[in-house]
């Protein structure tokens, strides 16, 4: 996929995974470089105005009283950036830096920044070469926007600071001369300009939702399999009975729990009048209603993501006509309010994703299988502490699930008096998605035991793809063996895709 900017098209979800976690190329158009340059007219203008303009012949912050001569502006824009890019901690993650770095290249292509068209171009040219600014963990509080990591990015192409290049940690200046690429003297206002958005917090939700979108069918085919495993009913999953409650992500969360157990003769053996079970667990007959809630409101974030996407975020802001404004649109409540949201139901989903690996290790609920589906129970203690991990992993996403957008610290000698820390939201956020992937694996890795032990019985085609390629990478029942390598084998499994992929290829695509 080659990612094309174009002015009044925001990004997507999938282009922005394309260039962040699988680099595909960037390209900036002929319509956004006219427009660039059009826009950058506007800016030279009021730059060689006797009137003073914020951010283009003034300070900046709480220093915005000062008029700036011209024989220091370049020495201003370049002071604004090192100054600013003064995060601290370890490193973000390569898809991060690089996917804030598109979103801002995204705005300048708008060319309501006014940056000149060789600015805006680097910027592909340092996403198309490979180089990644080093960007650490702390330094936005999500106002004005993620000063502090997109300055970071901006330093990288003056050729100063650290980038990862090649493999390896090394100078903006040789990276760029590696590249064979000049580093970019700024001129008025583009300092600002590259540093004054949302696109950290933006980047890091879009990410997510992409991710949380795959996971959410984990978590159906995790409940598929736990409902065979457990000797469940399919009954509740009804269509007819999801109709009465006519939420769209239940529905689609039910319809696919019925596609993945279909023809199950797992639940097909206790139909009869014989089983005298009335209802199951909420762990099992409440999956959609949870995983469904879930949809719904990854779907909302989304919709926050789409518009935040297809804004033009910088302050001051240049019009269509050339008027400069100054303005609040950097400030990422939207974008913050959106990533503490969505670390709630996922939290959620893990939740019960541990209730029903619990009740299959417990002999007294498990109807009929062995304890912790252990070979020999007392001997060997299976699957026990698995279980452990997916409770200290599910206590920990309920911490996370507590929101960062109700702080504000104040800043900037009080200019800048309440603050997003949408940055810290999309931070905790990661941890949330990569948290829930770890759970549903060994929720998987259990009912896929559980499965194993109900033979004869053989679980649904769906499940059962589920349980031979993950036979490919983690053992079947048997004495005890050292798990971790399992449970990292199956968490790959889950976050790389193949497992879902190796299930759809026999279901069909699911919703």
Not at 307 to 325: C, F, K, M, T, W
Request: hydrophobic residues 45%; proline residues 5%; negative net charge.
């Amino acid at each position: 996929m080659d990612v094309k900017l174009i002015a009044d098209r925001p990004l997507t979800e999938q282009e922005l995974v394309a260039v962040a976690r699988d680099g595909a190329p960037v390209t900036l158009t002929l319509e956004s470089l006219t427009l660039l340059a059009r826009a950058r007219a506007h800016v030279d203008e009021l730059a060689s105005s006797a009137t003073a303009s914020y951010g283009i012949s003034t300070g900046f912050g709480a220093l915005a009283t000062r008029h700036i001569p011209r024989e220091l502006r370049a020495q201003l824009q370049r002071s604004l950036v090192r100054s600013h890019a003064a995060s601290s901690g370890p490193e973000v993650e390569t898809e991060v830096v690089r996917g804030m770095a598109l979103l801002r290249l995204q705005t300048l292509a708008t060319g309501h920044t006014g940056v000149r068209p060789r600015t805006a171009q680097a910027y592909a040219d340092l996403l198309n070469a490979g180089i990644t600014p080093v960007v650490r963990e702390y330094g936005s509080l999500g106002c004005s926007g993620d000063l502090a990591p997109l300055a970071h990015v901006a330093l990288a192409v003056m050729g100063e600071g650290q980038v990862r290049y090649g493999g390896s940690l090394i100078s903006a200046a040789d990276a760029l001369r590696a590249a064979g690429l000049e580093p970019v003297e700024l001129a008025e206002k583009e300092g600002l300009a590259l540093i004054n958005g949302t696109d950290g917090m933006l980047a890091m939700l879009m990410l997510a939702s992409h991710d949380a979108a795959a996971l959410l069918k984990v978590a159906d085919l995790a409940a598929a399999m736990s409902v065979e495993a457990l000797l469940g009913t399919d009954r509740t999953l009804a269509a007819e009975l999801m109709a009465l409650r006519p939420h769209p992500g239940q529905a689609a969360a039910a319809a696919n729990m019925r596609r993945l157990l279909q023809g199950s003769p797992i639940v097909a053996s206790h139909r009869g009048p014989e089983d005298t079970r009335v209802q199951d667990a909420y762990s099992l007959r409440c999956a959609p209603q949870v995983a469904g809630a879930a949809r719904d409101t990854l779907e909302y974030v989304r919709l926050v993501a789409a518009r935040e996407s297809a804004s033009a975020i910088d302050n001051p802001v240049l019009l269509d006509e050339g008027r400069i404004e100054s303005n609040g649109n950097f400030h990422g409540a939207p974008v913050a309010y959106a990533l503490d949201f969505l670390a709630i139901p996922l939290a959620d989903v893990a939740s019960m994703s541990e209730r029903r690996t619990d009740r299959m290790l417990d002999a007294h609920r498990s109807q009929g299988l062995p304890a912790f589906l252990a070979h020999d129970p007392g001997v060997d203690s299976g699957l026990m502490i698995a279980q452990y991990t997916q409770a200290g992993i599910v206590s920990d996403l309920k911490r996370l699930a507590a929101p960062a957008s109700v702080d504000s610290i104040p800043s900037s000698a009080m200019q800048e008096d309440h603050v997003s820390m949408g940055w810290s939201a999309g931070r905790k956020l990661r941890r949330s998605v990569d948290g829930l992937a770890r759970v549903l694996a060994i929720e998987v890795m259990a009912a896929a035991r559980a499965l194993d032990l109900r033979s004869p019985l053989q679980p649904a085609a769906g499940t059962g793809a589920a349980l031979r390629t993950l036979r490919t990478v983690v053992p079947g029942p048997g004495t005890d063996r050292y798990l971790s390598p399992e449970i990292e084998a199956a968490v790959a499994m889950v976050q790389s895709g193949a497992l879902l992929s190796a299930v759809e290829a026999v279901t069909g695509p699911l919703e």
